[in-house]
């Protein structure tokens, strides 16, 4: 591996850190790295900051102080070079004295697209991009979705049983996964910006879709309810957590006034969008509400009817089925795949990405093809 590889691979991990923290801006890791060739030693590190601000260039750069001058940044993101609430990133790295940028990626935002990188060729500094592009693009897929779809980056996680069933026949409720792949799914979360389910999954298991890993609690986001006809009971552990942990609930036109106000009452938030030719949340319309609001990583773990709708929508960028080594046996059960997300998954639309051994428990993730 080269010295820039493992550099970017640096800035990549401190990108990574806080994924899910900095909406609507991406997070950004950035290390500025000093020194001949053979002797390069790190003298800045930074990731951009919750809230999204400031970026992770900035970061990096006072960090490092003086010793940047004559420096190389490497960043898993083009710099940015518009004025928003703060300034360029590209005034800070010329005014810094940077020598080299090394850049994973460019950016799809049509306010940066390739002028950050010209303007820092223009003052003289050396530019070279593309470095680790496909991590990179990996890392900024929900960034990517918003600026280019409008709506957040989708993964759908899905758990079910060897046999292929997410939930049993009867009413008892099939418990498939270990406590390593628990974790997994609850580090996913930690790592979204919202959570999403349906209402048959709110009323049916009550979920708090909270992170419990030690340390990270803090870290639960946004919970996401699609709900049409607001069925989500007061005394849900949704809803009563609200005032702790962000609750939405997405709605249509037709849902009764007096809920709404009810559980807006009780710390909820209630958005409406429009109904499809079924009455029920139209999924198209309500993804573009969560892009508007800020929102690129968007986790669905509602259960397979909602997964097989959004991949009936053709929403789906990700998909992880974690398959546990217990059967439903005989009586079969709900099948975990439905129609439209096995032919999406079968399609060649899909490739897998990940094949992870979490305990007796085995993770497969499926991304989105590029076009």
């Not at 009936?312 to 997300?341: F, K, M, N, R, Y």
Request: with cysteine; glycine share 12%; proline share 6%.
């Amino acid at each position: 591996m080269t010295a820039d590889a493992r550099f970017m691979r640096l800035a990549l991990a401190l990108g990574q850190r806080n994924l899910g923290r900095t909406w609507p801006n991406p997070s950004v890791g950035a290390v500025v790295v000093a020194g001949e060739p053979g002797a390069e030693r790190i003298v800045g590190q930074g990731v951009t900051a919750p809230g999204g601000r400031p970026h992770g260039e900035p970061m990096a750069l006072m960090d490092a102080g003086a010793a940047a001058r004559g420096a190389t940044l490497y960043v898993t993101l083009e710099p940015c070079s518009h004025h928003g609430r703060t300034p360029p990133c590209t005034d800070a790295i010329v005014a810094a004295g940077i020598a080299r940028v090394v850049s994973a990626m460019e950016d799809p935002d049509t306010r940066v697209s390739g002028r950050g990188h010209a303007l820092l060729r223009a003052t003289g500094i050396r530019v070279e991009t593309g470095l680790l592009g496909t991590e990179a693009r990996r890392d900024h897929a929900g960034h990517v979705a918003r600026i280019t779809h409008g709506r957040p980056h989708l993964h759908l996680k899905l758990a079910r049983t060897r046999d292929g069933f997410a939930a049993a026949s009867d009413t008892a409720r099939l418990r498939i996964t270990g406590a390593i792949a628990d974790g997994a799914v609850h580090l996913w979360r930690a790592h979204a910006d919202a959570i999403l389910i349906g209402i048959g999954t709110a009323r049916a298991d009550d979920p708090s879709l909270t992170v419990r890993l030690p340390g990270l609690g803090v870290r639960s986001p946004l919970r996401v309810v699609l709900d049409s006809q607001l069925r989500l009971s007061p005394s849900s552990v949704l809803v009563r957590g609200a005032h702790d942990v962000p609750t939405l609930v997405v709605t249509t036109r037709s849902a009764p006034a007096h809920a709404k106000r009810m559980l807006e009452s009780l710390g909820v938030a209630v958005v409406r969008v429009a109904a499809d030719a079924r009455g029920r949340v139209d999924l198209h319309a309500a993804l573009a509400m969560l892009g508007e609001r800020g929102l690129t990583r968007l986790c669905s773990e509602g259960g397979p009817h909602l997964a097989d709708a959004l991949a009936e929508a053709d929403l789906v960028d990700s998909c992880t089925l974690i398959t546990g080594p217990g059967t439903c046996g005989p009586q079969g059960g709900l099948p975990a795949v439905g129609p439209h997300l096995g032919q999406a998954l079968e399609s060649g639309r899909f490739r897998i990405a990940q094949s992870l051994d979490l305990g007796a428990d085995r993770a497969v993730t499926y991304e989105r093809s590029e076009a």
